[in-house]
């Protein structure tokens, strides 16, 4: 079945770095746009960054812009986000999730997400 | 774009019938999602472009709207619908998400 699994969470000082990885299974995942999506903790959804199936462009919130970076690698079925410079803002629960329906994000539905991965940014 | 709901929070009883809405800062178009959260799970897709029920989501279940206000219906809730419900725009590559209406038990 169609499945996305992120790792990588954990804790880190401010002004350390993580990397994030969202494995995922049962699609054609070069097929299909992703995106990080982040909740910190009792608080609503925060939309984070986007890529295009082949990678040939990205997105980011304004929040994250300059400080993460979205890839993937297609071979591998693998999504990643490479958090640099975190802060204790950056603490929340980081969801990957599938694109569909869209064309070049407009429209993107995100149909199927991961179980989540908690990074906390604390000194 | 900015995205509101109103209200954040609600009360309600099973088989209540409940409406939440949600205003875009500019029109939108149908470019408009809605998502159930649990506590402690991952956000489902429950509307897609406005009024568009994805595949599985009960048909009690229903969105309207376009442009800048939108709506999502409950028409009888049942006790798996206490949640958090937030719309989301994908109009542009911002994709905001609204700040959740919770829908608890009276």
């Known amino acids: 079945q169609v499945q996305l699994a992120e790792s990588g969470g954990g804790v880190a000082q401010p002004g350390r770095s993580l990397r994030l990885s969202c494995a995922a299974s049962?699609?054609?995942?070069?097929?299909?746009?992703m995106h990080w999506v982040r909740q910190a903790p009792g608080k609503g959804l925060e939309w984070v960054a986007v890529?295009?199936?082949?990678?040939?462009?990205?997105y980011y919130a304004d929040s994250v812009e300059g400080r993460f970076t979205i890839s993937r690698d297609n071979s591998k079925n693998t999504l990643y986000l490479q958090m640099n410079s975190l802060r204790a803002e950056d603490t929340a629960v980081y969801y990957c999730?599938?694109?569909?329906?869209?064309?070049?994000?407009?429209?993107?539905?995100?149909?199927?997400w991961g179980q989540g991965t908690m990074v906390t940014v604390s000194s | 774009i900015q995205m509101t709901q109103s209200p954040s929070s609600l009360s309600a009883s099973v088989g209540d019938r409940v409406i939440i809405t949600c205003r875009a800062s500019?029109?939108?178009?149908?470019?408009l999602n809605w998502f159930q959260q649990i506590p402690g799970k991952a956000p489902k897709v429950l509307i897609y472009?406005?009024?568009n029920l994805q595949s599985g989501v009960p048909s009690r279940f229903s969105g309207s709207g376009s442009g800048t206000d939108f709506t999502l219906t409950i028409s009888s809730l049942q006790p798996e619908d206490f949640a958090t419900y937030y719309c989301?725009?994908?109009?542009?590559?911002?994709?905001?998400f609204g700040p959740g209406t919770t829908v608890d038990i009276k």
């Open positions: 500019q029109s939108i178009s149908n470019y």
């Open positions: 472009a406005a009024s």
């Open positions: 049962g699609f054609t995942f070069s097929k299909n746009g």
């Open positions: 890529i295009w199936n082949d990678g040939s462009d990205k």
């Open positions: 989301q725009q994908s109009y542009t590559t911002t994709f905001t």
């Open positions: 999730a599938r694109a569909v329906g869209g064309y070049k994000g407009k429209g993107d539905v995100f149909d199927v």
